[in-house]
T-cell receptor, first 118, second 111 residues
């Protein structure tokens, strides 16, 4: 149980284009989804938190107009990197929290999306 | 500023021995603590969660939490070569709070 998928698993795009990444919880409803970014040899850094039907909360230093997050349903969140530049090249990983009784904050991670901007 | 500190390693342990991984955190409000395993190029995989002071055991893994010392550890008994990976310590204030990760400890189990 607690499976999270991401699509695509990797993407290469030209500078200035936009890229959309989907994150789905396959066997549970996710009240909260999170987006992280991991640069080479670095740890995961939280970018934003999204709750179904409401606006995402972005971490300090993350541009909300550049990284558009939509959490349209309890099983789907999308991250759109707008006008991507080479410095946006990274490993983007989503996670989802079931929000079940007991402990609401256990997060299950998707397999990640490797973005390369040329 | 929430910070999670881990020794980056590499930590080399003979097969069959106990691997001990440590983590300290700065945010005293932290309520939830996690250990994730990450293989190169892959996303993190949850190993253990711990919320109360003391020890929590799950198979070959034991997590230890000391909130007064702001310290979390993970013991891996009977280490196997497949345990070789980067181990990430993560903390959260709980609820819908995101995770703050350490940089991870690279563990190598020598056959």
């Amino acid at each position: 149980g607690a499976v999270v998928s991401q699509h695509p698993s990797w993407v290469i795009c030209k500078s200035g284009t936009s890229v959309k990444i989907e994150c789905r919880s396959l066997d549970f409803q996710a009240t909260t989804m999170f987006w992280y970014r991991q640069f080479p040899k670095q740890s995961l850094m939280l970018m934003a938190t999204s709750n179904e039907g409401s606006k995402a909360t972005y971490e300090q230093g993350v541009e909300k107009d550049k990284f558009l997050i939509n959490h349209a349903s309890l099983t789907l969140s999308t991250l759109t990197v707008t006008s991507a530049h080479p410095e946006d090249s990274s490993f983007y990983i989503c996670s989802a929290s079931p929000g079940t009784s007991g402990r609401a904050d256990t997060q299950y991670f998707g397999p990640g999306t490797r973005l390369t901007v040329l | 500023q929430k910070e999670v500190e881990q020794n980056s390693g590499p930590l080399s342990v003979p097969e069959g021995a106990i691997a001990s991984l440590n983590c300290t955190y700065s945010d005293r409000v932290s309520q939830s603590f996690f250990w994730y395993r990450q293989y190169s190029g892959k996303s993190p995989e949850l190993i253990m969660s711990i919320y109360s002071n003391g020890d929590k055991e799950d198979g070959r893994f034991t997590a230890q939490l000391n909130k007064a010392s702001q310290y979390v550890s993970l013991l891996i008994r009977d280490s196997q070569p497949s345990d070789s990976a980067t181990y990430l310590c993560a903390v959260s204030r709980g609820g819908a709070d995101g995770l703050t990760f350490g940089k991870g400890t690279h563990l190598i189990i020598q056959p």
